[in-house]
């Protein structure tokens, strides 16, 4: 049989990895030794410098008739022959790589990291609790519409200072109408801000209102499986979100299909093989994160599988966690893992993934045990789907929605149907002990690493003198 080229010598090789490795070792060896031999000879001419010294300066009569030696101790067992193999001189365990203990410091992620810490330390504790919720501009003004920023914006946002701030088609009238609001709005606030718009292909919120022209939708783009299509699609809606000042999208669709689903929220998705969405979506990210943009992806674990829609009531999802592990994960997954900074949780109940029942938003099984600790993502800001639709505002006040979802594991509370009522429950629970101050600070790290990507951690330094006051 002719021999198989592809077929490899396993024992030659290993032959020459570990030839490889001994002559790593040896040179390893001689740097250790060589950088020895220096600290010596230093040490040992400093002593001498000293003697020296010393001796000159004492009065003749103080002079002691024997000086000891400084160069070597009474006992010092001898030094190896110089003609002895390097190889020889230690065993692999006593050898110290200098190199690898001498520390050049902190890397500037880790500055990073203890600037954003020291800066969310800053903060008041009840700027810190404002700081978890999305809210509508109605929502903290009290105004029924809003379509201007002006003084009562700015005396919402010095009491009030929230996390973000999530724009709709009502609160649009023309190009500079809007771009003027959110300009004001950011320079009203104490603390950055997350200026939000819900803007999916096909049928964004912006584009609709201000006719900025049509991309295309879920299902041209899945049908064609050009994931490029959705890279150059979402970079038309980076472009003018960019240019009205909106610096997140709360409009990206991990979701997946199952089966024959010709609902609504089918028409969202990209389709039903998880591979082909997780690239759909991921090159949806890159466009988003390459213009600056935060990319919020939804609504996980997979919502378009429920048996009705949340806005109306309680829905719930019968998939094995093997299922999702299979399909709607591995699309959350490749878009998480491209970069995207927020997750959206949904509101279905998923009993394969928390046994109580207990939706989504509000789930530690899910956001927590799940998400944070099975599947590592501990810098992802986990976002609640909105407070407001039915299948939570009908079963749950505002206030035992917000600190349930924060107990959970959820950093940011979108929409609370009536904010006061859960930014002071949730308040009140951090005061009392039921919600951990370190909870919150954690979550608010999050926050503000997202908030400052981009600064170095002397700029981020910088702001504590100039923020928050």
């Keep these: 049989m002719e021999e198989n080229k592809y077929l490899f010598d396993f024992e030659e090789i290993d032959e020459k990895l570990e030839a490889e490795r001994r002559e790593q070792r040896k040179k390893k060896h001689r740097q250790s030794r060589i950088i020895s031999w220096v600290v010596m000879a230093a040490l040992i001419c400093g002593a001498v410098v000293a003697g020296v010294f010393f001796i000159k300066n004492m009065k003749p009569d103080e002079v002691p008739e024997k000086v000891a030696s400084v160069s070597q101790p009474e006992e010092q067992e001898p030094l190896p022959s110089i003609d002895e193999p390097v190889e020889e001189w230690f065993v692999d365990e ?36 404002a700081g ?7 929502q903290i003004t009290g105004v029924e519409k809003v379509t201007r920023a002006g003084d009562g914006t700015k005396t919402a946002l010095n009491k009030y200072a929230v996390g973000g ?7 649009i ?10 300009a004001n709005t ?12 819900n803007e999916e292909l096909g049928k964004g919120v912006l584009a609709s209102a201000l006719k900025l022209g049509n991309t295309k939708n879920p299902t041209e783009i899945g049908e064609g499986y050009n994931p490029l299509d959705a890279y150059e699609n979402e970079t038309v809606i980076a472009d003018y979100l960019v240019e009205y000042g909106i610096n997140t999208n709360m409009g990206v669709v991990a979701d997946l299909i199952h089966g024959d689903d010709t609902t609504e929220a089918a028409k969202s ?22 213009k600056g943009i935060n990319a919020a992806v939804k609504f996980f674990p997979g919502q378009v599988a429920a048996s009705q829609d949340t806005a109306s009531g309680v829905a719930t999802v019968s998939l094995s966690k093997e299922e999702l592990q299979a399909s709607d994960f591995v699309s959350f997954k490749a878009a998480i893992d491209l970069g995207a900074a927020m997750v959206i949780v949904s509101h279905a109940s998923v009993p394969a993934l928390d046994e109580s029942m207990t939706p989504c938003s509000m789930s530690k099984p899910v956001m927590t045990d799940l998400l944070r600790v099975e599947m590592g993502y501990d810098d992802l800001i986990i976002v609640t789907d909105a407070m407001n639709k039915a299948a939570i505002s ?17 950093d940011m509370v979108l929409l609370p149907e009536n904010f006061e009522e859960a930014y002071n429950g949730v308040l009140e629970a951090v005061k009392s002990g039921v919600i951990a101050k370190e909870r ?9 690493k997202a908030k400052f990507n981009g600064l170095s951690s002397e700029e981020v330094l910088a702001k504590f003198s100039t923020e928050g006051e």
């Design 394 to 410: 009908e079963y749950y006040d505002s206030k035992e929605a917000a600190v349930n979802a924060i107990k959970a594991g959820a």
């Design 165 to 171: 701030i999530v724009y709709d088609s009502k609160n």
């Design 132 to 138: 978890l919720f999305i809210t509508a501009p109605e």
């Design 440 to 448: 919150i600070d954690d979550s608010l790290v999050r926050i503000y």
């Design 269 to 290: 998705s990209f389709g039903s093989e998880p591979v082909i969405v997780g690239q759909i979506v991921s090159q949806e990210i890159a466009a988003l994160t390459e």
């Design 186 to 197: 950011v320079s009203y606030a104490r603390y950055p801000l997350f200026t939000v718009i």
């Design 94 to 129: 006593d050898i110290i790589d200098i190199p690898s203990i001498i520390s050049s410091g902190p890397s500037e992620e880790e500055l990073f990291a203890d600037a954003v810490t020291q800066y969310v330390a800053t903060m008041a504790e009840e700027d810190k609790v």
């Design 173 to 182: 009238e023309d190009k500079d109408q809007f771009k003027t609001m959110i």
